[in-house]
């Protein structure tokens, strides 16, 4: 069964920088789009970052310049580098994917559960 586990969450002042990662494990063939979502207190969930398997990125207009998704070629991890936090990116932070964990048929998109980052003085 696949399984995605965040890592690398926590406390940072403003201004300051975090890397996030998520390991996708299972079996696993390919994948179409790896990506993060957030979702602050009392807001939907957004679309933070994405990765295509062609390679393309696309990042929400509020990170711009700040965050940079990345992926390990060699295994189906995928970073969140966020620098110059800010407050108001306070969230919980999901990677989510696109995953073909067989040899045949669609991908399936998978969540993990999720990691807290919070930009406080």
């Known amino acids: 069964q696949v399984q995605l586990v965040e890592s690398g969450g926590g406390l940072v002042q403003p201004g300051g920088s975090l890397r996030l990662s998520c390991v996708a494990s299972?079996?696993?063939?390919?994948?179409?789009?790896m990506a993060w979502y957030r979702q602050a207190p009392g807001r939907q969930r957004e679309l933070v970052a994405s990765l295509s398997r062609e390679g393309n990125t696309e990042l929400a207009d509020s990170v711009k310049g700040r965050f940079t998704i990345s992926r390990d070629n060699t295994k189906y991890t995928w970073y969140l580098q966020m620098n110059s936090l800010k407050p108001e990116d306070t969230a919980v932070y999901y990677c989510n994917a696109d995953l073909y964990p067989t040899a045949w048929g669609a991908s399936e998109n998978y969540w993990g559960l999720g990691t807290q980052v919070t930009v406080s003085p």
């Open positions: 299972g079996y696993i063939i390919g994948f179409d789009v």
